[in-house]
């Protein structure tokens, strides 16, 4: 049971914030993209704080899941319909797979029941604390001079930069991973002389 | 809200320091990285709200296709990273990465 | 060839015999003495044909000089550096020819006798080498023109009293003894060196004429303190207290080398010196005063020593010191001439004492001590003649040489207004007589008292010893009579006066000293001198007999014994000679040991110590860094993310500036 | 994208094919290691004349809207990395044929990093210089764990891979961050955009301090920089030792050419703000490098904390320049560089050719007597470390000599810096002594026999001891030739100060 | 005969540089008779040097110019001048002599050896020669290699400890020198426009040094820079202890190198590059070098008493006399740098002789334990009468070429400050009482049991060994009787050096300084307790036991 505590939790949090958006809705008469925005902030971070503190590395990776699709979600209300799309395609699609397939790989039978975390536990939370507000303070401090209301991003707008100005990048990209692809190949492969 | 950009962005900071202190915090190899995808993540949000607020709409798209790129690059390391990991596996038995400590000092 | 061309020569023939006698001398074998001898003999034919020249005025007259006569060779330039010139070069003038006299003769005699009293050492040829190598550093020095040449020499005799000191170097005591000698010269040498710097410093040139000539021109402090520092160089050679513990362990050498340099010629040096720069301490009449008073004190401290020593060449040695101290209270109080008189009379009766006494030591097989003598006077009747002579000689009896020279010391001194001076040379002349008959009476008269064998064996001395010692006895009879008469205008006195005059002119401002009257002060002084010795050897005679002639007495062991049991203190005391080898050894051996071993221990451990700590410190640091590095990843990023903040804090100060 | 443009970045796509040949190659003949080597030596001397031809028409060119620019510098540094890529797949063969390790990966792999650093250095915006930076460590991580049966090789790797991948994070971060602040990716516009800034009175905005940090940190951990060097020893340790030396030098210089770039280049308006940190950075890093290395028993491990000193120094080159542009900083920054990889490499070499039989450690125990085993190998072991020192007449020596000339000539507190230089000198001299001691006045502990090593490796090995005498003897040409580089740069961040504030196409 | 035709630096300098090349092909049997050969070589051409050289003249002589990295104008630029001269040829001289002296002690690496030997040679030479500060710093790290290595292979039990120490302290000075080299250079740079010509030329910048051109905090820096090379290499008190260190454990010829020449580039340096450099400088320092000089004259000596081993008494007389050379140059007066000059060659020829006889005797003995010595006069004559002629000779005994330097800086000193000049004379008798000990306890008395029970094995000296040292001997007598020859050849150098710093008269030794030094010696006392406390090991600069062979 203890190991649903979790989950539990996750859709009490996730009630909750519904629950606020809506209110904020009906009751303070704001507009969808701010409720929408609250719920998918608040998923997001809700189960990227899963990912790194839950024990069961197989929930982590499904939690890690939620939180890229919710970040998905901000895409679309930033106006980058496209990008979401990637991000579902390349991160859930792709990424993620990857790495559940490497958890079942390399999943001991008594991992779980290992401490999940480091010794420096504490030091490591005190330290992210301390990036998260510093990093605040300074976006909070900062006058970016950015346009008043965001653009959306066409498709068209996308390809053109994507296949005029950064075609040489797109090239690179296509490099890495062929070389990504080859190294991992070399090293995944079992040698027939090696460890098993 | 969902029009300024700070928002965006300390949502993105706090999805960066999240995914670190997962890196700084979890032992298990494949959790970290993970938590590298956290923080590259985190870092695309920033990278799109820029461009999404930015002077014009070459700038936003600019933004949204560099954040294309972070992915596949993220991609890359993720093959890398899993390789390593694998191989590792093989020799060690184990993805608790701070065991892995027989080079010190 | 006219002879001033030969000047050089007294110190080429020398040098020369050191060293084909060093390089070839061990093939010749019995037969080294040949060439050094002959270098000797040669260099004494030239000195006297020099001697003769220069004393009876056939010399040219020095120039800027009116009435010396003397030559001056300058031979070459030994270092020139550019403002700091020096030139090797000779002055033969009255003062050079009087020590040459002493030199060359004495230093003959020693060859020769040599040859007999050496001929079953192994070292024979060594000997000999060392012996011209003496002469010639000898010579250079009371030739040479230049103060910086005379430190050389001071240098070298230093080096060849060294040697022949050591010569015995298998014996420890030998070696010490050669070590002691040369280190306590060097004190004073120290000194010297220091004079000759200030002199070159004040004066930018180092000829000694011309220092002479110009030392007016200089204020009295800095004479001042250039006559001590000549005189500290002096004291060392001489063996002035409290420099002279050095001269009695110097006989561990072979007795030759103790008649000549411990006796006749090197330990004269500082006189000599003193007395050629005369000028310079006539300006520094307190500095002169010092010199009376260490020269006095020197004397009646060695003659107490001498009382009571009973190795017989120790008791030569306190009686040699005891003699230099009556030169230096000569040279202190102003009689220069009385000074170089006695150094010439002592040069020669002295040498002659030890010759005998080698002699003596030859026939009792090497045995030193008085304690196992005794009786010797029918077994060896010439040396004990001679040494009788000696013995009278330097016990100032007159008419024999030693009265003339010791009268004339105390007599100025006295006249001059030293009268403290004159008082404790007075008491030091009975004493004298008294220790030099106690080693008469121990030694031949009496009976023998060392094991029978030795008795029989008992021997005369071949001519090639005894015949030296014969040409040494007559010089110590007459030189005196020669000398030293008339009374009052003695010869040596108008040899010597162009030396002294310029110096006598500072000193008493040109008032010439009181006429003398036999039959006034001096004849009363004679009188007295004459006393006190007598009393002395009237003492003596009661105490250790006497068998001369009519005069007969036993000795009187038991008295003896008596009268030590009744001055305990002041016999321990003369015994151990006044502790001052006892203090020497305390303050240089062990404390100065125990500093120069702290030292050591200070350069170990903190000097060396901290170049150590800060190489081991280093690797230390080192060694804790490598902790940082734990080899797990998260400790790593840990720092990473640690140094982002820290990173980011600091620019966040530096944006803000 | 025009012929011209296809032109210019032909030296890259040379070398992108040439990685590609060697694996096709290897797919029709497998494990022909000679095969292998020779296209890829084949496809570098491709690259080399196309790098130089290319080198030595007009520059500065760009192409692909100045994503790509060539200019002296770039010339200078990929003719840099087209050799010490070649130098390491000719030291390769020795170590890895004996341990059943596939050459041909090797040498592709390691020719995909050459083109990521040969981006890096002809990099004109943000996202080719983070493309470059992927395209070089990435294929790193793979060499590291090369060995893959080898449980240091991967142990190493994965530190390197998790943290590299950390610190991309960071540096990534800090991009987006200029990226926001300027508006654009185009290196010469940001330099524009912040020399406005930093004109006007204001003082920084928090946002690019931050930037700045996470960049410095970034671009700090590539080079290996204290406190962000802890990757560093273990990834060396554990590496395959060919490899070792690589990662001691491409990825370090590739990061330098990337500090060029961004810091100099394009936050070159900035160097008062960063400055003080590279300063402080500089003297942490050599000084951390140089004590923790005196200590060290096992030769690769103690090379690695040498190689963290060796960047303090390069440091103190760039601090140099921050502090005196006119300077002859960069230039001593850059020739600091390529007698650093010479005299590194050889270094590497010998120790990789005593590993030849597998099983060999690399601790200091395995070089006792080598000078009396294999006098000619200890003699050039020798010759490398002197010139780590800076002994003259070496590479290593000139190279020290200009860097402290060019800190002295900033003065200040560049002259302070310039002493810490000499006294870590001094620290550095007493381990790499050691090593001689061992060689030559140790004795073998077993006689162990002389090892026989091929043509390919005494060629490489007389490659890098000639260049470590010669760059010290007559420095003249390369000195000049880094000159004109760091000119070109200097141009470049001029030009940069003029352009009016433009958006690509 | 016209010698300034050919370029004969070059030759002499790389001439031993070709033998090494030589050795190094030639088969290990042909070693000794190449190497031996080439310093002949450059031996008989470094005397045509002495031919040509013509003295009395002010400036260099035989130069040789030749661009080399003219981006910074640092040239290949060689000269000589009458004290380089002789110095050269001291070393040439003293090559030949060691690499003869080390045929039988040295049995293993004949090859290596003789090689690193040569190379020291060229270094050597070269230090002498440079008058381009950059080619000078170059060689004169060069000098370091081969001694690292010659003491590290073929030394003592203790090598690698004195050899790393040797290595890293001199390092430590020199690397800082070469941070002043630099720095001079760009301000002479500076001061000309930011033109770098003749920035590491030593005449350009001996002129320019002359007109005032370096500001006072530049000179005061680079200055304490080039006096800690220099005094670590002299080397002064309080840096000498790698000294003893190096001499105990060096091969016979490695120590007579070490002390005949080695020891003379750092007073070279001084003479020829820190005073007319930075002359306002050197004469701000002048009183704190001469108080060091001083107690390194005393210091030594008394240290210089108690030593238990031979080598480890001459090393510290070695430090003594070479406080006699700094002195001599630091009181700025003609008979001081003269003196200084002298005292250097006189303590080469001397000191080189002395190490070369311990060598004979340890290599007989195979120890150098004085107290177990005793009584060699009557077993091996020869030797000992060769050792007392040396013995006298470094005390200063009149004849022999040591006085004269010694006397000449007394003199100098004098006119400075007498009472400087009265602490140095002490050592007259200090050294006089540490030689004449170990004299004494070596070679007189009787035959110690230690050398009886080696029997036969303890023979006299050989023709090769005695061949050695006949000229040694020779020059000292020379040199004793006619220093002259050295004199006018340097009178040169003396001139040119003063004339920057005036002879400015009595030097005052502020009790500052005395103080000064005073409180730093209680503090590293202290420090020294401290250490004991706190770290009971002693330390080792070895970590891994490396010192323990």
């Known amino acids: 049971m203890r190991r649903l505590i979790p989950i539990v939790l996750g859709l009490a949090v996730l009630g909750l914030v519904t629950g606020i958006a809506a209110i904020m809705i009906i009751f303070l008469g704001q507009d969808w993209g701010d409720a929408l925005f609250w719920i998918f902030a608040s998923v997001m971070i809700g189960s990227a704080l899963l990912v790194v503190t839950m024990r069961d590395i197989i929930r982590c990776g499904l939690a890690m899941i939620v939180c890229f699709g919710s970040l998905a979600g901000i895409y679309v209300i930033i106006g980058a319909p496209l990008l979401a799309a990637a991000q579902v395609i390349v991160y859930i699609g792709a990424i993620s797979v990857l790495i559940l397939f490497a958890i079942m790989l390399t999943q001991t039978k008594d991992a779980p029941n290992r401490l999940v975390f480091q010794t420096q536990a504490v030091p490591a939370a005190i330290a992210s604390v301390v990036i998260a507000i510093v990093l605040a303070l300074a976006i909070g401090a900062t006058d970016w001079g950015e346009a008043a209301k965001r653009i959306r991003i066409t498709a068209s707008a996308m390809s053109d930069v994507l296949f005029n100005s950064f075609v040489l990048p797109f090239e690179i990209i296509s490099v890495l991973l062929l070389a990504a692809v080859v190294g991992g190949i070399y090293l995944a492969k079992r040698e027939p002389g090696g460890p098993s | ?105 | 060839m006219s002879l001033e061309n030969l000047i050089p020569w007294l110190v080429v023939l020398p040098m020369a015999g050191f060293l084909i006698t060093a390089l070839i001398g061990r093939r010749l074998g019995k037969q080294a003495h040949w060439i050094p001898v002959l270098a000797i003999f040669v260099v004494w034919v030239i000195a006297m044909g020099l001697v003769y020249q220069v004393l009876s005025g056939a010399a040219p007259l020095l120039p800027g000089s009116e009435d010396s006569h003397g030559y001056v060779v300058s031979w070459f330039t030994w270092i020139p550096a550019d403002r700091f010139v020096v030139d090797v070069g000779f002055v033969v003038d009255s003062l050079t020819a009087c020590l040459l006299i002493v030199v060359t003769t004495i230093g003959l005699l020693v060859h020769v006798y040599s040859v007999g009293y050496m001929s079953h050492d192994a070292g024979y040829w060594r000997f000999f080498a060392y012996l011209n190598l003496f002469m010639f550093s000898m010579l250079l020095l009371v030739l040479a023109s230049d103060f910086l040449v005379v430190f050389v020499a001071w240098e070298l005799v230093g080096l060849s009293s060294y040697l022949l000191i050591g010569f015995w170097y298998r014996k420890r005591s030998a070696a010490l003894a050669a070590k002691k000698a040369f280190i306590v010269n060097r004190v004073g040498d120290v000194g010297f060196a220091l004079g000759i710097m200030l002199i070159f410093v004040s004066l930018g040139t180092l000829d000694i004429r011309s220092v002479i000539e110009r030392i007016g021109e200089l204020d009295s402090t800095v004479i001042m303190a250039i006559s001590l520092l000549l005189f500290a160089g002096a004291m060392g050679k001489s063996a002035q207290f409290p420099l002279h513990v050095w001269l009695p362990d110097a006989m561990e050498g072979p007795t030759p080398v103790s008649a000549l340099i411990h006796a006749a010629t090197m330990v004269n040096a500082g006189v000599y010196l003193i007395a050629r720069t005369n000028p310079i301490f006539a300006h520094a009449q307190s500095a002169l005063v010092i010199v009376a008073a260490i020269g006095i004190f020197t004397a009646i401290l060695a003659a107490s020593i001498a009382m009571t020593q009973t190795d017989i060449k120790r008791v030569l040695a306190y009686s040699t010191l005891s003699q230099l101290g009556y030169m230096f209270a000569a040279l202190g109080v102003g009689a220069w001439t009385a000074a170089i008189f006695h150094l010439m009379t002592h040069g020669f009766f002295k040498g002659l004492l030890f010759l005998s006494s080698g002699s003596v030591i030859h026939a009792v097989h090497e045995e030193q001590d008085m304690r196992r003598m005794g009786g010797l006077a029918e077994k060896i009747p010439i040396t004990y003649v001679t040494m009788l002579i000696g013995s009278l000689a330097i016990a100032g009896i007159p008419p024999l040489a030693g009265f003339f020279s010791k009268d004339e010391i105390l007599g100025e001194s006295l006249k001059l207004g030293f009268a403290w001076v004159w008082l404790i040379g007075f008491i030091v002349a009975g004493l004298t007589a008294f220790y030099m008959f106690r080693l008469m009476g121990m030694t031949f008269w009496g009976v023998f008292r060392g094991p029978k064998e030795i008795w029989d064996k008992i021997h005369e001395s071949p001519p090639v010893m005894t015949i030296p010692l014969i040409l040494l006895a007559i010089p110590s009879v007459f030189l005196g009579l020669y000398l030293g008469l008339p009374l009052g205008a003695s010869r040596i006195t108008e040899w010597l006066a162009p030396v002294f005059e310029e110096g006598e002119r500072i000193l008493h401002g040109g008032a010439g000293e009181p006429a003398y009257n036999l039959f006034g002060i001096d004849g009363v002084l004679i009188l007295a001198s004459v006393t006190i010795v007598t009393v002395g050897l009237i003492l003596v005679w009661r105490l250790f007999g006497v068998q001369i002639g009519p005069i007969r007495m036993p000795s009187r062991p038991e008295q003896v014994r008596e009268l030590t049991a009744r001055a305990p203190f002041l016999y321990r005391a003369s015994l151990n000679k006044w502790w001052f080898d006892d203090l020497y050894h305390l303050l240089f051996m062990v404390i100065g040991g125990r500093i120069a071993a702290a030292i050591w221990w200070f350069d170990r451990e903190v000097i060396d110590g901290t170049v150590n700590a800060i190489g081991a410190g280093t690797i230390d640091a080192g060694r804790g860094l490598r902790q940082v590095q734990t080899g797990r990843v998260q400790n790593y990023a840990l720092g990473i993310a640690l140094g982002l903040i820290v990173m980011a804090g600091s620019y966040l100060l530096l944006a803000a500036r | 994208m025009s012929w011209q443009d296809f032109v210019t970045i032909s030296p890259l796509v040379a070398g992108i094919l040439a990685a590609a040949a060697i694996l096709i190659v290897d797919l029709i003949r497998p494990g022909r290691t000679a095969v292998a080597v020779a296209v890829a030596l084949i496809g570098l001397g491709i690259t080399a004349v196309l790098t130089i031809a290319v080198g030595s028409g007009p520059t500065p060119t760009t192409a692909f809207g100045g994503a790509y620019k060539v200019d002296a510098l770039t010339t200078f540094l990929d003719v840099l990395f087209i050799a010490v890529i070649a130098m390491t797949i000719v030291f390769g063969p020795d170590y890895l044929v004996p341990r059943g390790l596939p050459v041909a990966e090797f040498a592709a792999i390691l020719v995909f990093a050459m083109s990521g650093a040969m981006l890096i250095s002809a990099s004109g915006d943000l996202l080719m210089l983070f493309l470059g930076l992927e395209l070089m460590v990435l294929p790193g991580y793979l060499l590291a764990a090369f060995h893959k049966s080898d449980a240091y090789s991967t142990e190493g790797a994965i530190k390197y891979f998790l943290l590299g991948s950390f610190s991309s994070a960071i540096f990534l971060f800090g991009l987006a961050f200029v990226w926001g602040i300027t508006g654009s990716i185009q290196l010469g516009v940001i330099a524009s955009d912040l020399a406005a800034i930093v004109a006007g009175t204001a003082p920084l905005s928090p946002g690019l301090a931050m930037g700045l940090a996470f960049l410095t940190t970034g671009v700090a951990f590539k080079i290996a920089a204290v406190p962000f060097h802890y990757w560093t020893p273990d990834a060396y340790q554990g590496s395959p030792t060919p490899i070792t030396g690589y990662l001691s030098v491409l990825p370090k210089v590739g990061a330098f050419a990337l500090i060029l770039r961004l810091f100099v280049e394009g936050l070159g308006p900035l160097a008062d703000w960063w400055m003080p940190v590279v300063i402080v950075l500089a003297t942490l890093t050599m000084t951390l490098g140089n004590l923790v290395a005196l200590t060290q028993d096992n030769v690769k491990r103690m090379l690695g904390y040498s190689s963290i000193a060796h960047t303090g120094y390069m440091l103190v080159g760039l601090a140099a320049w921050a502090s005196n542009p006119a300077g002859d900083g960069i230039a001593a920054l850059l020739f600091y560089g390529v007698a650093y990889a010479f005299m590194n490499l050889g270094a590497f070499a010998v120790i990789a050719a005593l590993q030849k039989r597998a099983g060999v450690t690399s601790s200091l125990a395995t070089f006792a007597g080598l000078g009396r085993r294999e006098p000619l190998m200890g003699i050039l072991m020798t010759l490398f470390l002197l010139s780590l020192i800076g002994i003259p007449p070496t590479a290593g020596f000139f190279a020290k000599a200009n860097i402290i000339l060019a800190a002295v000539q900033a003065g200040g507190p560049l002259t302070i810096l310039a002493v810490i230089v000499v006294l870590n000198a001094a620290i550095a001299a007493f381990y790499y002594l050691r090593v001689i001691v061992y060689m030559f006045m140790r004795d073998s502990p077993s006689d162990t026999p002389a090892l026989r090593h091929g043509a390919l490796l005494w060629s490489g090995l007389a490659a890098a001891s000639v260049l470590t005498i010669l760059l010290g003897l007559f420095p003249t040409g390369l000195l000049d030739a880094a000159s004109v580089a760091a000119h070109a740069l200097d141009a470049a961040g001029t030009a940069a100060q003029t352009i009016i504030p433009a958006l690509p196409n | 005969m016209d010698v300034s035709a050919i370029p004969i630096l070059t030759i002499v300098t790389f001439l031993p540089l070709l033998g090494a090349l030589a050795v190094a092909v030639a088969p290990t049997s042909a070693a000794r008779p190449i190497a031996l050969g080439f310093a002949l070589a450059t031996w008989v051409v470094s005397l045509l040097l002495l031919v040509g050289y013509l003295p009395g003249r002010i400036g260099f002589q035989f130069v040789e110019t030749q661009d080399w990295i003219s981006v910074f104008g640092i040239q290949y630029k060689l000269g000589a001048d009458g004290l380089s001269v002789a110095l050269v040829v001291l070393t040439t001289t003293m090559s030949w002599i060691s690499i003869l002296a080390s045929f039988k002690p040295i049995q293993t690496r004949i090859k290596e050896y003789m090689i690193s030997f040569l190379i020291l040679e060229v270094g050597l030479i070269g230090v002498f020669r440079a008058l381009d500060t950059f080619l000078f710093y170059i060689f004169w790290e060069i000098v370091l290699v081969p001694m690292y290595l010659i003491i590290g292979i073929w030394g003592g039990a203790n090598r690698i400890y004195a050899t790393i120490k040797f290595v890293l302290y001199t390092l430590v000075g020199s690397l800082l020198m070469l941070v002043a080299i630099l720095a001079t250079a760009y301000a002479y740079a500076a001061g000309h426009g930011n033109v770098w010509t003749g920035a590491f030329d030593f005449e350009a910048l001996r002129a320019y040094a002359g007109t005032g051109g370096f500001a006072d905090g530049l000179q005061l820096l680079a200055f304490v820079a080039f006096f800690l090379a220099f005094a670590i290499k002299v080397p002064m008190f309080p840096f000498h202890t790698w000294l003893p260190d190096a001499h105990t454990e060096a091969p016979t010829a490695g120590s007579v190198m070490l002390a005949a020449i080695m020891l003379k580039l750092g007073a070279y340096g001084f003479i020829r590059f820190a005073v007319p450099l930075y002359p306002s400088a050197a004469e701000t320092f002048a009183p704190a070098i001469i108080v060091l000089s001083l107690i390194a004259i005393i210091y030594g000596a008394i240290v210089a008493l108690v030593q238990p081993d031979l080598t480890r008494l001459v090393a510290y007389s070695s430090v003594s006399h070479m406080g006699f050379v700094t002195l001599g140059i630091f009181v700025f007066t003609e008979q001081g740098v003269q003196g200084a000059i002298l005292q250097m060659i006189n303590h080469g020829l001397i000191t080189g002789a002395l190490f070369l006889l311990v060598g004979v005797i340890y290599e007989r003995t195979h120890d150098r334990t004085i107290a177990k010595m005793g009584g060699l006069a009557a077993r091996t004559p020869v030797w000992a009468a060769v050792f007392g002629f040396f013995v006298f000779a470094s005390a200063g005994l009149p004849g022999l070429s040591g006085f004269v330097g010694e006397f000449l800086v007394l003199v100098g000193t004098f006119v400075a400050n007498p009472y400087a000049a009265a602490v140095a004379a002490f050592v007259m008798i200090l050294a006089a009482g540490y030689l004449l000990y170990m004299y004494g306890r070596i070679v007189l008395g009787e035959v110690s049991d230690f050398l009886a029970a080696l029997g036969d094995h303890l023979t006299d000296m050989n023709p090769v060994e005695i061949l050695t040292l006949v000229p040694l001997g020779t020059l000292v007598v020379i040199f004793g009787l006619q220093p002259g020859l050295i004199l006018n050849l340097i009178s040169g150098t003396v001139t040119e050096t003063l004339t920057v710093v005036g002879p400015s008269a009595p030097i005052a030794i502020p009790t500052t300084v005395v103080v000064g030094l005073l409180l730093i010696v209680l503090v590293l006392v202290l420090a020294r307790i401290g250490w004991v406390l706190l770290r009971p090991r002693p330390a080792a600069l070895e970590p891994e036991g490396g010192a323990a062979h």
């Not at chain 2, 993105?12 to 590298?36: E, P, Q, T, V």
């Open chain 2, 1 to 105: 809200m969902s029009d300024s950009l700070d928002a965006y962005l300390i949502l993105a900071g706090l999805l960066f320091s999240i995914g670190s202190f997962g890196f700084l915090a979890r032992r298990n190899a494949i959790s970290m990285l993970m938590s590298i995808e956290l923080m590259l993540n985190g870092v695309n949000l920033a990278i799109v709200a820029f461009g999404a607020f930015g002077a014009s709409a070459a700038i936003a798209a600019q933004g949204s296709v560099i954040a294309l790129m972070v992915m596949a690059v993220a991609a890359g390391e993720a093959t890398v990273g899993l390789a390593i990991v694998i191989a590792i596996y093989r020799n060690k038995k184990t993805p608790l990465v701070d065991e892995y400590d027989s080079m010190k000092q």
